[in-house]
């Protein structure tokens, strides 16, 4: 670490680490994994029901509609609303510019355009390394991401002591 113990991270977002992380708040439940394994289900039905038809095929569709739009709902729909909501934030300055981050034992600084704040560790109740990305949550759900792609290898390890410095060994999951 520097002889100032401060660590100054320059993050800019690409739309697929937005795309990630929404896509793990989307599908984090039972219910929404279960939600997929009916669709791939339904679909391996229609699909089974398909090879084993003799008629016509625009019949086999007329009779099989209704689980084709379910299947369709199941398997798309959801991926098509995340992708709406990655998109709408890519839109936001927080998501489409560069943030500073400058981390030290005590506090975390950000700037964010003309937005500048200082926050305490204990804002975040867990953080999370992933193989992409930090995830600094404040809830169960909702994170700012610090994109590994912004840092080099010697950066992520500096972070890495910073966090085990500043949080219990209990709120954070490193590599």
Known sequence: MTETNELTV???MKISDVWRYNVWVGYRTWFSKILVVIGLGILGWIGYQFTQNTGRIDLFFADNIIWIIAAALLLIGKPFKIWNI???QMQSPV???TT???F???NIYLKV???EDTVSWDTYVRIVETGKDFRFFVD???AQLLPKHNMDSETVAKLRELIKAAKPATSYKLK
């Open 104 to 106: 030290s034992k005590e």
């Open 140 to 142: 169960p759900v909702q």
């Open 113 to 115: 355009g003309e937005l």
């Open 86 to 88: 990655t998109a709408s």
């Open 10 to 12: 320059k993050i800019k």
């Open 95 to 97: 998501f489409s510019g």
């Open 100 to 102: 500073e981050y400058v």
